[in-house]
């Protein structure tokens, strides 16, 4: 079971730009890409490949004038290629644990608490990707949430790395605890 972590009309779209991000969503989320623009003035070779990676995913693509992308995306920081996705459904907690694969080993959970800062939570994602985590736990409230500013800062790690919504984060833990998992803890106030 899924959930919408934003709130919005589940028929809202979210804009991811930039050629890692992009492609990250096209690997990974295609089924939430509602359409790719690419840049007219892309190299031919990328934007040809960009092109089949959407065809072979099943996603609409508009070849457009680079002046709607800059309209749509100010800035530049687009790289000449933007995606049009809903937004990225967290996973509830029973139907992650239920997907958890004993088989596999150990499992590497990353839990963050009271995050504010989208930048913060794609460099997270990140490491945790990087790190051979099987999924992430953020509370729904008082917490960032999975955004396009976390798929580009992540690099697209959000998208590959399940997200899980939890409303309680002590009773998330008690649930791991309960499940076999070791709980450690960082916490970046000094000397408390």
């Known amino acids: 079971m899924s959930v919408n972590p934003t709130g919005k009309d589940p028929g809202s779209e979210d804009l991811v730009f930039g050629k890692n991000a ?5 690997d990974s989320l295609p089924e939430h890409c509602s359409v ?9 070779n990328e934007r040809e490949q960009f092109l089949e990676t959407c065809k072979r995913a099943g ?21 000449g290629i933007i995606a049009k996705m809903l937004p990225v459904a967290l996973t509830d907690l029973e139907s992650f644990l239920k997907g958890l694969d004993p088989v596999w080993g150990p499992s590497l959970i990353v839990l963050v608490d009271h995050l504010q800062d989208p930048q913060n939570l794609g460099a997270i994602a990140r490491s945790a990707e990087v790190f051979g985590a099987d999924g992430m736990i953020v509370p729904r409230r008082r917490s960032v949430l999975p955004t396009s500013t976390v798929m580009r800062t992540s690099s697209g790690a959000i998208a590959r790395v399940p997200v899980v919504g939890v409303v309680n984060v002590v009773r998330a833990l008690e649930e791991f605890k309960g499940n076999g998992f070791w709980v450690v803890g960082l916490d970046h106030s000094k000397g408390k």
């Open 36 to 44: 790719v623009l690419v840049s007219e003035k892309m190299a031919t």
């Open 22 to 26: 992009v492609k990250a969503v096209l």
């Open 59 to 79: 996603v609409r693509w508009q070849l457009v004038h680079p002046s709607r992308i800059d309209r749509i995306c100010p800035g530049g920081r687009h790289q």
